[in-house]
């Protein structure tokens, strides 16, 4: 009894076992600054089914990702992060996320006068 239920775990395991790895989506990231253009930075997925990342390039990166939960971050180049967010990834298929920066402090051009007025003030 013992020998057939091992052999018939044995097989489960060699039929399902493919199956289980091809449970994985496509996540492509796509990072846009505040106004809209293309920007490069660094994503990360963090999740139950582990850590994952990719660098863009021209705004764009892929990851190849188990089903699960994540958190997604983003360090951006310039400007501020967006805040994280949560990604649910299917068994299969892909999807695509596009996060957009916020204007770092300072990036206003109101912020941007003032500073350049005390950069220009002369000592007294």
Do not use: H
């Amino acid at each position: 009894m013992r020998l057939a239920t091992l052999a018939t775990a044995t097989i489960l395991g060699s039929i399902l076992a493919p199956t289980l790895a091809l449970a994985q989506a496509s996540v492509q990231f796509r990072i846009t600054d505040s106004a809209g253009r293309p920007l490069d930075g660094r994503v990360t997925m963090t999740g139950q089914p582990g850590t994952l990342g990719c660098s863009t390039t021209a705004s764009r990166c892929t990851v190849v990702a188990t089903a699960g939960t994540y958190t997604v971050t983003v360090a951006p180049v310039r400007e501020a992060a967006p805040a994280p967010r949560t990604l649910v990834v299917p068994p299969s298929g892909a999807l695509t996320v596009a996060f957009a920066t916020r204007p770092a402090s300072g990036d206003s051009r109101r912020g941007n006068r003032k500073l350049r007025r005390t950069w220009d003030a002369s000592p007294a």
